[in-house]
């Protein structure tokens, strides 16, 4: 069974511009999760979509946004990039609804490069 | 004051050697705590879960969780090079709350 899989893996894009990046679920999974882990920083919670509405959102700028799609897929659009948005974007999907067990499935990230 | 602390390492130790991991959170009403491992480049992977205090043992690996003191242990008994990866400890609430994650390295 195929897991989280996230695209593009790498990005480098330049100040001002936007960013989208790609996450689809493990199959079965309706809850999508994006994370951002900057150097030092750890893991910081970014969006929660569920169902195709969004559920909850991280202490982040409204330039941070996404959607998810009717089969599960979600996208993370990144706009007027700032050089510290460079991170790896990670992408994790859970079968509970809000991962409320703490079981979440992540996959590789899109490292996101801002020059 | 962050919800979840964990000290960043790194820490190096000697194969066969026994290793703590720790953590401490904020909030008294946590109740389930994780242990994520991530190796470089790749996503992180559950390792463990718990819930409340006490104890769970799976093979070389031991959590730990005291509620009075808010803090958050993980054991590695005999350890491989294979563990060399980042841990972080994790909490749930109203989303999955992350450590900064300690960073293993185990040698031969």
């Known amino acids: 069974e195929a897991g989280v899989t996230q695209s593009p893996t790498h990005l480098i894009k330049t100040r001002g511009q936007q960013a989208t990046l790609r996450c689809s679920p493990i199959s079965g999974h309706t809850s999508v999760y994006w994370y951002q882990q900057a150097l030092g920083l750890g893991l910081q919670f970014l969006l929660w979509?569920?169902?195709?509405?969004?559920?909850n959102r991280g202490n982040f700028p409204p330039r941070f946004s996404g959607r998810q799609f009717p089969n599960y897929s979600s996208e993370l659009n990144v706009n007027a990039l700032e050089l510290e948005d460079s991170a790896l974007y990670l992408c994790a999907s859970s079968f509970d609804r809000g991962g409320n067990t703490g079981e979440l499935f992540f996959g590789e990230g899109s490292r996101l490069t801002v020059l | 004051q962050k919800e979840v602390e964990q000290d960043p390492g790194p820490l190096s130790v000697p194969e066969g050697a026994i290793v703590s991991l720790n953590c401490t959170y904020s909030?008294?009403?946590?109740?389930?705590f994780m242990w994520y491992r991530q190796y470089s480049r790749k996503g992180p992977e559950l390792l463990m879960y718990t819930y409340s205090s006490g104890n769970k043992e799976d093979g070389r690996f031991t959590a730990q969780v005291d509620k009075s003191s808010k803090y958050i242990s993980l054991f590695i008994r005999d350890s491989q090079p294979s563990d060399s990866a980042t841990y972080l400890c994790a909490t749930t609430w109203d989303k999955l709350i992350f450590g900064t994650g300690t960073r293993l390295q185990v040698f031969p």
């Open positions: 979509y569920d169902e195709g509405e969004e559920r």
């Open positions: 909030n008294s009403a946590f109740q389930y």
